[in-house]
């Protein structure tokens, strides 16, 4: 079976006159959880929109399995790509299960309704993202980690072949940032979907991603493996932050320490 493969091509990106992204390339396959990485305003969001296809790009172009993906269909772009916002906020008091099977909408003709093969399957992705106990729960009720858990299970009913999400740990407790990014990974590993995170915290990323690319002044200035994009210099180019780069002796991931300022 051929090797599930996201491409993108040459994208850049504008705000009105503005430049937000430029020359983008990057290569993503099924079974791998890249992490995007980049201070405020470098055009991570921007290009996971872009991507989604909330934004047009100015030019290039986005493949999966050499198909352009702006081509789709709506319904057939949402079987095969899903995304979690960073705002995961939901205001109606519908059930959590409720809002997981609205993941099965683009498997559904017009008008018609759930079966119980979609129940079934929205309940298998509450398991796997460890929220299955709060199925009747009001999300309104549920705390920001449970109800992110049931936004990624919602992402995941879709079925899709990648999922894109936008800082999927902020504001997240320790506890709720290690049980995401340890789902994320289940889902390269064993379901063979490509992941692709915005992920604020460089220690994090470090951990559980299998590359990553970081984003500085609308460009790409890195991309690889842990120890070769988390360098000192690069932290210090994209952040302007002086921080000493170590390697754990337990994991071997590298971990970032920053240099306190001389007063």
């Known amino acids: ?44 969001t921007t290009l996971l929109r872009i991507i989604t296809r909330i934004l047009k790009p100015l030019t290039g172009t986005i493949l999966l399995d050499d198909r352009e993906v702006m081509e789709m269909k709506a319904k057939e772009f949402s079987r095969n790509f899903a995304a979690v916002p960073q705002d995961t906020t939901i205001h109606f008091e519908f ?32 398991e796997l993202t460890d929220c299955g106990h709060l199925a009747e729960r009001p999300v309104t009720e549920l705390s920001g980690g449970e109800r992110q858990l049931v936004v990624i299970a919602r992402a995941l009913t879709q079925q899709p072949k990648v999922l894109l999400l936008d800082e999927p740990t902020s504001h997240l407790d320790i506890n709720y940032q290690i049980e995401i990014m340890e789902l994320l990974k289940h889902l390269t590993v064993n379901e063979g979907l490509i992941v692709i995170a915005v992920i604020h915290d460089l220690n994090l990323s470090a951990q559980y991603c299998d590359r990553l690319l970081l984003l500085c002044d609308r460009k790409i200035i890195a991309m690889g493996a842990q120890d070769e994009v988390l360098t000192a210099t690069n932290i210090k180019t994209a952040f302007g932050a002086d921080v000493l780069v170590e390697r754990h002796a337990l994991t071997n991931q590298s971990y970032i320490l920053p240099v306190q300022r001389s007063s």
């Open 1 to 44: 079976m051929k090797a599930l493969n996201l491409k993108i091509e040459d994208i850049d990106a504008n705000y009105g006159e503005v430049k937000i992204l430029e020359g983008i390339n990057f290569n993503a396959a099924g079974g791998e959880l890249l992490g995007i990485l980049g201070p405020n305003g470098s055009g991570k």
């Open 95 to 126: 059930s959590a299960l409720d809002i997981v099977l609205m993941g099965r909408n683009p498997h559904l003709g017009r008008l018609e309704l759930e079966s119980e093969k979609d129940i079934e399957i929205a309940r298998r992705c509450m």
